[in-house]
């Protein structure tokens, strides 16, 4: 009816992903957890988990990406922060899996749709927490800053940005977790991911906590990493004040 | 070619104002009647879960912090709770616990308690401990304090945890039905009935009812902070 519309909804296929669910006997029961089933077909769950990791990372990146921007632009324009709060604000609203059948028309069905949707929600929150981090940096370090001759641009990249960092790193923690939890919904978007397995058979529990159960580690694992680069990006914390 | 997304929004509009005959045949869908029908119980699932969550988060997390105990726990719980797929959550409900209203509402209540939880604590510790002392100094008792003093205080941090956790509760609401509870979302998951059209305005109609959702409880967030608080700046959320 509509070309621009999804032609079809994962929840249409009628993959054979688990056909042969009725081969065993803890799989046929519908056991708590068939190990044995899990460790055969944990294959099957590599190309939704590395398409998952593709989709967080993109949609994350580009959102640091323009909510840097965003705040670098409303750095010094004190007027911008209430409107750009407000505009990320509404998008972090929408529920996600509307947000992805919006877009459907717009951008098509597939990746493209997902990480447009996921990277608007990412905004909000690193956003808010930049503005917040360069709000707390001390004055003192700016005018140390100014009494070493930079300028305002200079202040804003080697003083105020860096100093902002455990901030930022805050935000980007609470915006790539929540964004690996958001992306189980992007197989609606047609982007894969772990929403995919999920869907393919919602009863088979082994299936739910494998597929469940990656999400949630994929979230650890990503939290881990974000603080470690934290760590690494400000080695001044490290040292104690006298 | 640049207007055919127009014609799937136009489509979708005329599903939400206009009967139609089913893509299946024989029954009718769409119009405003229809649309209200699934509103309300998109609205009914939500604020059953809304109340529950409410009910038990918020007093743990009142208590918490006024006591001043449980930190880690407060803040740990506010941090898994955002690592819960909301798919993988209702999937759960499904393959381990069964379908319908009563477990779609506890699965939803779940996902409302850890940022009700968490901000009901961070909001009444961050009470400035001197108004706390000089309750104490005027003899009010503790309940008193907590009532007169330290809720009020609190309204604006607290509130927002319940805003997030409203937006949280209606946007996985919107995947109930496949856990058998019909809600908006229908119009979305069951394309093979509504067709294109119906699920583009169920994704309209879903984000509608989030957005006034929000504008709702930011209303009521006005009405219950005290003048006083209202006066002060706000300060930034981290």
């Avoid at chain 1, 509404?90 to 098509?108: H, K, M, R, W």
């Avoid at chain 1, 915006?175 to 088979?204: C, E, H, M, Q, Y």
């Avoid at chain 2, 699934?38 to 609205?43: A, K, R, S, Y």
């Avoid at chain 2, 308690?113 to 901000?119: A, F, G, K, S, Y």
Wanted: proline share 5%; charged share 15%.
């Amino acid at each position: 009816m509509n070309p621009g519309v999804a032609a079809h909804l994962p929840l249409a296929q009628g993959d054979d992903f688990f056909q042969e669910r009725s081969d065993t006997g803890c799989v046929q029961e519908n056991g708590f957890f068939c190990a044995q089933w899990a460790f055969e077909n944990f294959d099957r769950y590599m190309s939704p988990l590395l398409e998952h990791i593709v989709l967080v990372s993109v949609s994350v990146f580009a959102g640091f990406a323009i909510a840097i921007g965003l705040a670098v632009l409303s750095h010094g324009r004190r007027w911008l922060v209430p409107p750009l709060l407000g505009l990320t604000g509404v998008l972090y609203t929408i529920p996600s899996l509307a947000f992805f059948i919006l877009l459907l028309p717009i951008t098509g069905f597939g990746r493209t749709t997902a990480i447009v949707a996921l990277t608007a929600y990412t905004l909000q929150i690193i956003y808010r927490n930049v503005v917040a981090g360069l709000a707390n940096v001390p004055a003192a370090s700016k005018d140390a800053g100014r009494g070493m001759g930079m300028t305002d641009q200079q202040l804003l990249w080697r003083v105020e940005l860096p100093l902002a960092v455990p901030e930022l790193v805050a935000g980007l923690r609470i915006a790539t977790v929540s964004t690996v939890a958001i992306a189980t919904l992007a197989v609606f978007a047609g982007a894969g991911g772990l929403g995919d397995p999920l869907l393919k058979d919602i009863t088979f529990r082994t299936n739910v906590i494998v597929a469940g159960g990656l999400a949630i580690l994929l979230a650890i694992a990503f939290d881990a990493l974000l603080v470690l680069a934290g760590r690494v990006a400000s080695p001044w914390r490290k040292v104690r004040p006298v | 070619m640049k207007l055919a997304f127009l014609d799937a929004f136009t489509g979708a509009l005329d599903f939400i104002f206009n009967q139609r005959e089913a893509q299946t045949g024989g029954v009718e869908v769409g119009g405003l009647g229809q649309v209200a029908d699934l509103t309300l119980d998109h609205v009914e699932v939500s604020a059953i879960a809304l109340t529950g969550s409410l009910a038990i988060a918020m007093p743990i997390g009142v208590w918490l912090g006024h006591r001043g105990r449980g930190e880690l726990l407060a803040v740990a719980i506010g941090n898994a709770g955002r690592a819960v797929p909301e798919l993988a959550l209702i999937a759960f409900m499904v393959a381990f616990v069964g379908v319908g209203l009563v477990n779609v509402s506890i699965a939803l209540l779940v996902l409302g308690i850890p940022p009700i939880l968490t901000n009901s604590f961070v909001a009444i510790r961050q009470v400035d401990r001197d108004a706390v002392e000089a309750a104490r100094g005027m003899g009010m008792s503790e309940p008193e304090i907590v009532g007169k003093v330290e809720l009020p205080l609190a309204v604006p941090t607290l509130m927002s945890g319940v805003r997030t956790a409203a937006i949280a509760i209606v946007a996985t609401a919107t995947i109930a039905p496949l856990a058998g509870v019909v809600t908006l979302g229908d119009l979305i998951l069951s394309r093979n009935v509504y067709g294109d059209d119906g699920v583009l305005a169920g994704a309209i109609l879903v984000a509608v009812l989030a957005l006034v959702v929000e504008l709702a409880l930011a209303g009521v967030q006005r009405l219950l902070t005290p003048r006083g608080v209202l006066l002060q700046r706000a300060p930034a959320a981290v």
